[in-house]
C-alpha cells in the first residue's frame, strides 16, 4: 500500500530531523547544564510549540488535509482558494494573536521580577508561531500531491540554527559570568524566529510545483467556512491536551517562574526540573517522531480517501495499527534497557553532570514503557478525523487530561518526583489509545480483531526476545562510565537489539517487517 512507502519517506527525513535535534540538545545541555536557564528557554519554547500543535500539526491540518483532499480531486481552482483563504487567515490570525500576547507579556514582566526570564524568552520566540504554523499548513497541502519530504525535512534547519547559536554564543561570549550566559540563551531564543523565517521560505519554495496560491478568494470561501466548523471541535479536543501540556510544564517549572515553596511548603520538585523532563521528552520522542508519528502522518491522506468504503478503511486502520505496534513496543523496551548509557552519550558533558544524566534517566524510565500507545493514539485520532468524527476524540481528551492532571498533583509529592509526570503522561496514553481503539471499533466495524491480536502477540514475542539478548549485553557493562564507554556501550546494545528484533520477526515470518522497510507485502 502506499501509506507504507510514504511512511518510510517521512521516517527517514524525520530520523535526519531528529539526528540534528540530538545534535541541538547536545549542544545546549553542555552549554547549559540543566538549571534555571534552560527550564526557561524551554518553558518558553512551549508556548509556540503548543500554537504549532493546536494551529500548524493540529486542527487545523487536519481539518483542511481532508477538505483540500476533496477539492483538489473534484475542484482544483476551488482547492487553490481555499488554501489561499486558509494560509492567508492563518498567517493574519495569529499575527494579531502574536501582537497582543506580546503586550500581554511585556506587562506581565512588570510586574514580576522572578518570572522575568522565562517571560522576556517567551517573547522573543512567540513570532515563531504564526511561522510554524504555516509551514504545517502548507506541509499538509504537499501531503495531498503526494510529497512528504519537504515538511519532514523542515525542522533541520531549527535544528540547525539552535545548533549554530548555542555552540557560536559559546566560543563568541565564553559564557561564563551571569550576564554573558544570559546574553547567550536570548540569542538561542532569537535562533527560533531566524529558523522560522528560513522554514516558511523552504516550504514556500517547496509547494511553488504545487500552484496553490490564486487571486480568487471566493470559490473556496463555502469550503473554508465548511471546514471552520470542522476544525472547531478539533480545536477544542486538542486545545484540552494542550492545556494539559502546559499545565505539566507549569507543574515542573514552578520552581523556576514562581519560587521555592507553595501554600506554605516547600515545593517537592527542584530547580532544573523542566528541562530534565524537556530532554527525556526528546529522547523518547525520537523513536516515536521517527517512526509512530510518520506512520500516523503517512496514512491520514489514506484514510481520508477511504473514508466512504468500510471495508478499505478498516484494513488500512488495521495495517496502521500492526505496524506503530510492530515498531513501538520494542522502541519501549529497549528505550528502558538503554536510558542511562542514551542520556550520557547525548547530553553528558560540559555544564551538564552526571548527576544530571541519571535525573534524566529516571525521568525517561516514566515515559518509555507506552512509545506504541503514543503511536496508537495518533493513528486512532487520525482515523476519526477521516471520518469528520472530531468530537469523539474530544471527549475521551477531556477525561484523560482530568485523570492526568489528579496522577500529577499526586505523584509529584512521592519520590518519584519530577518523574512522575512521565509516568502519568505515559498511563494516560495506554488508557486513552484503547479507548479510541474501542470506539473506533464500534463505528468502523471489525477491524480485524484476531488478526491484530496474533500480529501483537507475534510483536510481543520478538520484543522479549530482543530484550533478553539486551539485558546479556547490558550485563557486561561496567557501572563507572566516561562519555566514550556510554556511547560504546550504548552502540552495540542498539546494534544487538535491532539485529535480533529482525531476525525474530523473520523466523515469525511478520509481514510487518516489509511494511516498516515500506514494502507492500500480503498478510
Known sequence: MAFERHARTVSLLTLLSRITGVGRDAAISRVFGAGMLTDAFFFAFLVPNLFRRLFGEGALAAAFLPAFSRLDRDDPARARSLATITIGALAAGLGVAVLIAEVILFLVSMRQDHANLAVWLTMIMLPYTPLVCVVAVLGALLQVRGRFGPTAAAPVLLNGCLIAAAVGGAVWLGGESERERLVHIGLVAAAVIVAGVFQVAWSLIASRPASWWTADRRSGALAFRRMGRDVLPMILGLGVLQVNTLLDGLIASYPTIVGATIFGRDYPLAEGSMAAVSFAQRLYQFPLGVFGIAVATAIFPALARLATDAGGFASTVQRGLRLVVFIGLPASAGLILVRSPLAAAILEGGHFGRADTER????????????????????????????????????????????????????????????????????????????????????????????????????????????????????????????????????????????????????????????????????
Open 360 to 523: 534524566v534517566s529516571f525521568v525517561l524510565l516514566g515515559y518509555a514503557p507506552a512509545i506504541w500507545a503514543y503511536s496508537m493514539v495518533h493513528v486512532c485520532t487520525r482515523a476519526f478525523y477521516a471520518r469528520h468524527e472530531t468530537m469523539t476524540p474530544v471527549r475521551v481528551a477531556v477525561a484523560v487530561v482530568a485523570l492526568n492532571l489528579v496522577l500529577n498533583c499526586t505523584l509529584i509529592w512521592t519520590p518519584l518526583r519530577e518523574s512522575a509526570l512521565a509516568w502519568s503522561t505515559a498511563v494516560c496514553a495506554v488508557v486513552q489509545a484503547f479507548a479510541l481503539l474501542g470506539l473506533l471499533g464500534r463505528r468502523v466495524g471489525p477491524l480485524g480483531g484476531r488478526v491484530i491480536t496474533a500480529s501483537w502477540i507475534r510483536t510481543a514475542v520478538a520484543t522479549a526476545v530482543m530484550t533478553a539478548a539486551v539485558m546479556v549485553i547490558a550485563s557486561f557493562m561496567p557501572d563507572e562510565r566516561t562519555w566514550a564507554t556510554s556511547t560504546l556501550w550504548l552502540g552495540a546494545m542498539v546494534v544487538t537489539g535491532l539485529v535480533v528484533y529482525a531476525t525474530a520477526a523473520f523466523a515469525l515470518r511478520m509481514p510487518e517487517l516489509s511494511w516498516a522497510l515500506g514494502r507492500a507485502r500480503a498478510d
